[in-house]
């Protein structure tokens, strides 16, 4: 039996104009949007489909406009009858509110409100405990796991592992001076290329407890429903149906490392033979076909391109 998995991009998928095509089309899209700019008191609209840039790319932003653009894009393939239904949904970092809104966990409203709140704690941390991001191409995880154990230990502060995007594609975080220690000796040991991000943020890491000790309290204000179909949660790389288990995985994602290999190769083991990327751009259709090159793999702007 050929089995179906949404998956939803997060951070580094957005680009201004991403719901231009969406809002003038569709009229399904266009309700999603300006139900968007009513619940969060701003032009998300406008922010999705004329930018700039700058605005879109302030986390704050970035996340709810993400979240609008990835569900007006479900509208419209549900209204169409352009999508088989999903045996499975599955979210990358941010992306797991989006994958949470289309299993009927979280309403629009509240994973809208949600992930605004995540991306303001999220400034806040950046703010109050700097730290930073490097991507890692070409080395293997126990190398780079190792690499950050070293780090930790020479500078006596944190970085680790805070995404496993695909074989030979791991994103580090953690404070700078240990980030840029990591950095330099994985130059060291043979990585193709070590890219630090433009944040100043150490999401997926311990750097961001208080953030995610004020984000809990907003999750225990939220209600939760069943999913009616399981989510494969970056912080278990498992399938999840209970809404406790859920909130307490959401919980633990600001500050635990995003297992996306992992859970894609969990949804290949149990059958899924067809990815279905749902929102702007096509980064995780590109890292499922590093996973498995014999998959099907296509994204929402594809099929209604």
Known sequence: MSLTAYLFPGQGSQYA?????????????????????Q??????????CDGPEETLNDTRNTQPAILASSYAALRVLKARDLLAEAD????????????????????????LKLVRTRG????QAGETNPGGMAAILGLERPLVETICEMAREQTGEYVGI???????Q???????????????EA??????RVIRLAVSIAAHSPLMREAAAEFNRCLDETPFQEPLVPIVANATAGPLIDPVDIRAALGKQLISPVQWTESIQWMLEKGVSRFVEIGPDKVLTGLVRRI???VERVSSEEILA
């Open 162 to 168: 805070a995404n496993d995007n695909c074989p030979g």
């Open 292 to 294: 498995d090159r014999q």
């Open 170 to 184: 791991l994103v580090i975080s953690g404070a700078v001076s240990a980030l840029e220690q990591a950095m330099t």
């Open 187 to 192: 130059k060291e040991q043979g990585a193709k």
């Open 39 to 48: 619940i969060l008191g701003l032009s998300l609209s406008k922010l999705c």
């Open 120 to 123: 303001e704690l999220m400034a």
């Open 17 to 37: 104009g991403m719901g231009s095509e969406l809002y003038d089309r569709y009229p399904e899209a266009r309700v999603v949007f300006e139900r968007g700019d």
């Open 88 to 111: 499975y949904v599955a979210g990358h970092s941010m992306g797991e509110f989006s994958a949470l809104v289309a299993a009927g966990t979280l309403t629009f409203e509240d994973g």
